[in-house]
């Protein structure tokens, strides 16, 4: 293993994440659902910095961790603007493939976290 943390705690830092991850993804889920909610869009940021700062401790992880912020910004910022312009449903293949790619971003480092744990057994 190329970090300094212990393995012990790389298994449970790597478990926490793949918890955060999920509960990131479903918060994300419904706040894209319900087309932009205050308290939503501050739960989903919160999970955002929970997931950074777990990262930190996995620098095998730097990259995934910029894609999905990458892929969470894109999502969002087009969530936001295109929005407020054209109605949901015009935009909806645009938002269905960005997603898509959001969702894909999580599950690529939710799957470097599982393969942290089978390493760890």
């Not at 015009?90 to 269905?96: D, V």
Request: charged share 25%.
């Amino acid at each position: 293993m190329s970090t300094s943390v212990p393995a012990p705690a790389v298994t449970a830092i790597a478990f926490q994440l793949i918890a955060a991850l999920e509960r990131y993804q479903a918060a994300f889920d419904e706040l894209v659902e319900s087309w932009f909610d205050r308290n939503r869009c501050h739960a989903v940021v919160r999970l955002l910095d929970e997931i950074r700062k777990l990262r930190c401790a996995l620098p095998q992880l730097a990259v995934d961790m910029m894609e999905v912020a990458l892929r969470h910004t894109e999502l969002l910022q087009t969530l936001w603007t295109r929005a407020t312009i054209s109605p949901r449903a015009a935009i909806a293949g645009e938002i269905g493939a960005l997603r898509s790619r959001h969702h894909a971003a999580i599950e690529a480092m939710r799957h470097k976290c599982l393969k942290l744990l089978a390493r760890d057994r």
